[in-house]
């Protein structure tokens, strides 16, 4: 039997398992959206703007792994999403966002919502595809999903024009695709794998170094396993938090630009560095001249123009960090030669010291609530075991410091794009995808004021999120370049006319607090937390003047670090 | 240093613009670019100059590797290779000048295509330095319009750029 466009695009996303679709509807998409309201097997979730919908979709392929759906209209539905699309881009996160596209005929006439999505997509996907024949369409969309949850994953924009979704063919939905000039690389080079080991047992100084890849890749099990057989010290990047158990004694924190001193102090004076998944991002390397000037470097990226792009490595392995990682712990398990313990026993020694400086240390009895407290209480609170999304800013970096994630895609944020209004839509994703957790979204009334429209939505859908508003009636991160760097001059950084964001809460149909002593924070969390069917907005006023330490300035290196 | 590469890439619409959008978008330079379709109509084969440092080069081959359309590629300056690049030079051809340019067109083992009473067309093959000569070698007021394809390369031996 034929079926129309639109419903072998719906029926496409059934055959590939598709749970949710994210979406807005508009012109172009009328015939998908007819498609979709005749049936319940993908569940479609109205946001309240596409940015939303893409960032709601981006939270839910991060914490599930799954891809994330999305379904925009052409032209500003299109437009409106490009933000979303580039913060997956960024990090990686394996998105099919649809978008429609006026009819074939009008392509290019400048038709009403007409938006080239090919075009301006094509800079922040890893792929783009223009259906230009229904006979295409089942095809291309199996093809949208193989590459955006193969190789390195990334985005991938379908544009579909609307005659398309009215024209019939016959539905066959491939069970899989190939492409000839698309092969992503799964193992390691076996000889630079030993190359690999051995430079890594004769390692008097090591340091392992960890990013988004054993998230994406799945690799936390053999990377917790391999660094706790060689009892080395380990740090994640923003990006690879929870890769990691935070609570093990071998893990550092974080290193880069607001990272722990141990990790970035040990990352420094280490002889040996073992980088796995992760990318030499600048807020990670810092000044590059004098990033790890003793080091022999190993690094495995499944992106080969991941390998000695900003820093040269001395054994590069293409390939899943998961079976690299396998597969050195096979080549350690039958390796005789011992570790130097002597020299690894004065390392750790010289790690405790850099540790013993506390640089995470705060001002525990002020009377201002100190942002740094709200995080901590969190992680207590929810056992430490709560999805945490975030926003941009001094607030992002106060929960990667101070919530410690022993589970890998626990922590959902925009690392790479640097995206404020990501939190609360991303959270909705999060929520979704895992209906039996808590989720909290930590946020400052800078960036939740950017997707605030999605409380709407989450009333709709009833995702009782936890948003903890650290509001410090700034701009927090830019008050701090202002205060280091301008002299004070705090040019836009302060928040004037700031909504009641309790009252604001309730006229969304949701709970609202306002916290304003530290001797409330905890009992408000508990509240919040017991109000298990609720979304509760926590309004916490923090201390407008506390700043994010530890700092590597710019054009500084790991050891020049600014502490308290 | 100069590098000559080649790339098969699937020969769909947008092709060309994920690869020019990759050089605009990183910042690396084009010094030409040629693209046709090969003999097997699925694929086109596009020759790219461009200039960079060893780590830029080794950038740039990753990053095309990386898009999706392109099937396989080549750096021709790994080896030994030949280049070509086709040029069509229209020319003021009068009086006495004629006889000159004639010479001078054969010297640089070019051809005259099309001939006006005042004009002549010349069309010359060679790498990129012999057309720049033949250039240097006209009297600047006497060229009225000059096309040059960019580069196409092929390895020499029994190297070459297939599936």
Redesign the interface.
């Known amino acids: 039997m034929e079926l129309t466009g639109a419903e072998i695009f719906v029926r496409s996303l059934q055959d590939e398992g598709v749970e949710y679709i994210f979406g807005y509807p508009g012109g172009a998409v009328l015939h998908i959206y007819d498609a979709l309201h005749g049936q319940d097997k993908v569940k479609h979730i109205l946001t309240r703007h596409e940015q939303g919908a893409t960032h709601a979709a981006d939270g839910y392929a991060r914490s599930t792994g799954k891809p994330g759906v999305v379904i925009v209209t052409s032209g500003p539905g299109a437009t409106n999403a490009i933000t979303g699309i580039a913060t997956a881009y960024m990090d990686s996160i394996p998105l099919v966002v649809f978008t429609g596209q006026v009819p074939t005929h009008l392509i290019g006439n400048d038709a009403f919502q007409e938006a080239d999505n090919?075009?301006i997509t094509?800079?922040c996907v890893?792929?783009n595809f223009?259906v230009q024949d229904v006979a295409d369409l089942a095809e291309t969309v199996k093809k949208a999903f193989y590459?955006a949850t193969t190789g390195r994953p990334g985005p991938v924009v379908v544009d579909i024009p609307k005659d398309i979704t009215a024209q019939k063919t016959e539905y066959r939905y491939p069970d899989k695709v190939s492409?000839?000039?698309?092969n992503p690389v799964h193992v390691g080079h076996a000889g630079q794998i030993k190359r690999a080991v051995r430079l890594l047992q004769s390692a008097k100084r090591p340091m392992i170094y960890t990013g988004g890849g054993v998230i994406l890749g799945n690799a936390s099990g053999p990377l917790t396993e391999l660094a706790s057989r060689l009892n080395y010290p380990v740090t994640n990047t923003l990006m690879g938090l929870g890769g990691f158990p935070a609570t093990a004694p071998q893990f550092l924190g974080m290193l880069g630009m607001h990272g722990t001193y141990e990790a970035n102090m040990a990352m420094h004076h280490c002889d040996v560095l073992f980088a796995v998944g992760a990318r030499f991002d600048d807020r990670v390397t810092g000044n590059i001249e004098k990033f790890c000037p003793n080091a022999e470097i190993i690094h495995i990226d499944i992106?080969?123009?991941s390998i000695?792009?900003n820093v040269?490595v001395d054994v590069p392995i293409v390939g899943c960090v998961g079976n690299v990682l396998q597969a050195m712990l096979r080549l350690l398990e039958k390796s005789s030669s011992a570790p130097d313990t002597a020299a690894l026993d004065e390392w750790w020694q010289q790690i405790g010291e850099w540790r013993a400086m506390d640089c995470l240390k705060y001002d525990r009895d002020s009377e201002l609530i100190k942002p740094q407290f709200v995080v901590e209480s969190l992680y207590k609170v929810t056992g430490g075991d709560a999805f945490i999304t975030s926003d941009v800013g001094q607030h992002q970096m106060w929960a990667a410091q101070y919530y410690k994630f022993d589970k890998p895609r626990r922590w959902i944020n925009s690392g790479g794009l640097g995206t404020m209004g990501f939190g609360l839509p991303a959270a909705m994703g999060v929520q979704l995808g895992n209906p039996d957790n808590t989720v909290a979204c930590i946020t400052g009334e800078g960036s939740i004021q950017m997707c605030i429209q999605e409380l709407s939505t989450c009333l709709q859908y009833k995702l009782p999120i936890k948003v903890v508003n650290l509001n410090n009636r700034y701009l927090g991160m830019v008050r701090q370049w202002q205060e280091f760097f301008y002299q004070g001059r705090y040019a836009m950084s302060y928040m004037e006319s700031l909504p009641d964001f309790v009252k604001l809460a309730e006229s969304y149909g949701h709970v609202g607090m306002l916290i304003d002593k530290p001797g409330d924070v905890e009992g408000a969390l508990k509240e919040a937390m017991a109000l298990k069917d609720r979304l509760v907005f926590m309004d916490f006023i923090t201390d407008q003047s506390e700043n994010v330490y530890p700092m590597i300035p710019a054009g500084g290196g790991q050891n020049e670090m600014i502490l308290v | 240093m100069r590098h000559i590469i080649s790339i098969l890439m699937e020969n769909e619409t947008g092709a060309l613009s994920r690869v020019a959008g990759l050089f605009s978008a990183r910042g690396y330079n084009i010094e030409s670019l040629t693209v046709a379709p090969t003999e097997d109509p699925s694929l086109s084969r596009m020759t790219l100059v461009t200039r960079g440092t060893d780590e830029i080069i080794e950038q740039i081959t990753k990053q095309l590797n990386k898009l999706i359309d392109v099937v396989k590629l080549m750096d021709m300056t790994e080896g030994p290779h030949i280049e070509r690049e086709m040029m069509l030079v229209k020319v003021k051809a009068e009086g006495d000048g004629r006889e000159e340019l004639k010479r001078l067109s054969d010297i640089f083992r070019g051809r005259i295509i099309d001939v006006t009473d005042r004009t002549y067309t010349i069309e010359l093959t060679g790498a990129g330095d012999k057309l720049d000569a033949f250039l240097l070698a006209l009297d600047p007021v006497a060229i009225i319009e000059v096309v040059r394809s960019g580069v196409s390369g092929i390895a020499r031996g029994e190297r070459a750029l297939r599936i």
């Open positions: 090919i075009g094509r800079p890893k792929h223009l590459v492409m000839r000039s698309y992106d080969p123009s000695s792009k040269k």
